[in-house]
């Protein structure tokens, strides 16, 4: 079966001066469909740089990215943004919902972009399922941070991508809400047979992931 | 228009503020716009609106009819130069009625020989001849009507009004044309001489005049006391307005647009194309500035309606047309430094936080 995302020997570094700052050393990493993994590490470990490149927002130095088999690194920003919308769903630190659309609309949105019709009933299906049945109608402003999560999960599953990338989805929530948004997105991943990957440094979730990795100055490694 | 109607019902307040910066702007320009027709008209109509293509002066009048004199002989000699040429003459003068001796009402004698090609057209009454005055139909505000005599303040002969043509002004006042008959009876001592000669040329080749000049229709207008000035003044304010918009609004939407900055960065990673974002602001600028300049227009179109008749004001549908669309244009126009910086917008600022 092939891996819905493949890093390998990704290193990606900045010139500073003289100075060469590696950010991620000989990176290899596979996750299979239906796989939920977590990438752990302290502030600066390289964790965002590791998302960013598995997310085709970022080019790596040296390294390969393959997408469900396809390899992505080298195509242009144009094919990029298409592959984000279509194949990646995303769910940042703080929700990032976009504050003048409601629930709906924020699902509404992703199927207008990918110009996909007849939609409203998976929009609210979703909704349903995430326990935001009775939220449709309301703006971000008026939900609670562990609502404004789940939105954000609804919304990165609104394309049925073949990979979720979660940003620290737990940091702005306590553990309790953390962990309920953690245990939903994991029940997400497995029922739709979808790969995730969730960086964060709350060690308090790891027991609900298939998969540790470590990161630590730049440097990949699998926990076992 | 997905983003763009949604952000708009979602921040009527925000939206509402520029719309109404936007109407009264617009607002302004069309009156300002109005009133330089309206005073443009007032200044010159009956030049302007005369059939006449140009008028023969007398050298060193400096294209103003009230520096003119030709001698009756002279004009005569000028107008073998031309196809059609006829005299004429200006001055301003004053009028009453008899019943209201104390109301004296500011205007312009047009002497022009009956029949002649630059004789008004009436729209109610008699075409000019010997037995009366046709007038101005600005004279109806300050009360004169059909068959009414008035008098002359400074040589108190009496006319009387057999036509009315349409609203002809000269330097902001409303004219009567007289014949020379009715004019040698109310000047005796200016019997011989003529302002100048009013032409109707064909032809582009200019003929030499001795002792006079062929002045253009324009010319004359421009040099009518206080109209270049008064237009003149009136075109810098538009001028300016229409920069003051752009300006304005330039910067409003980009201090909207920074403020959006992030949400652009995630609204890219999310997979949303720029052009698609560009459209979102263009959309967003074109409604409100849409919604602002179709206000303005209807209320200056009501406004032209229930201006009073002593106030100059002009207004044609098609300047309202042409002047609603420079304004949306401009305001598109103001949205391209903001298109710049969200086409500069990377959509990896979603990743990690508010930093790191």
Redo the contacts between chains.
Sequence with gaps: MTETLKLTNVVKYYQDGDARIEVLREVSLAVKPGEFAAVVGP??AGK?TF??IA?A??RPSEGQVYLAGQEITQLSQ?QW??I???QIG?I???S?L????TVM?QL???S???KRKGQEQRAQDLLTHLELANRLQQ?PAALSGGERQRVAIA?ALMNDPQLILA??PT?SLDSKRGREVVTMLRDEVHANHKAAVMVTHDERVLDLVDTVYQIEDGVLKKKD | M??AL??L???KLKFGLISLIIFLIVFLVLFITGLAAGLASDNGAAISESPASGYVLQKGAENRFSRSTLTKTKAQQLAKKFKQATPLTIQQGTIQRAKDAAKKTDMAYFVVKQGSFIAPKSVSGQTLNTTGVVVSDKLKASGYRLGQKFKDSQSGVTLKIIGFTTAMTYSHTPVVYVTPNQWQKMMPQETQTVSALAVKQTTTTKPKLAGANLVSKEAIIQNVPGYSAEQGSLDMMIAFLYIISVVVLAVFFYVITIQKI??FG????????TS?LARYLIGEIGVVALLAVIIADIVVAALAQVMPAAMPFIISGQIILTTSLIFVVVAVLSAVVSLVKVARVD??T?????G?
């Design positions: 502030s600066g965002s998302l960013s997310g927002l970022l144009k943004t298409k984000r919308l279509e995303f940042f630190q703080n990032e976009i504050p003048y659309l609309d509404r949105y992703m207008v972009l990918a703006y919304r940003d620290e940091a | 997905f983003l949604r952000d019902r979602h921040a992030r949400e995630v609204l890219k990673a999310l997979g949303t194309k698609y959509p990896n979603a990743i990690g936080g508010a790191e």
